[in-house]
């Protein structure tokens, strides 16, 4: 949680975006890796 909490270092995680959420469903549903 701290780690998530310092923004200093930008390899951080960041809550993902929901058009990148919606992205990730439909590539799984259609069998691609990635767009």
Do not use: H, V, W
């Amino acid at each position: 949680e701290q780690a998530f909490d310092d923004q200093c270092t930008g390899a951080n995680p960041r809550y993902p975006l929901i058009s990148e959420i919606k992205q990730m469903y439909i590539n799984a549903f259609e069998g691609k890796k990635e767009e």
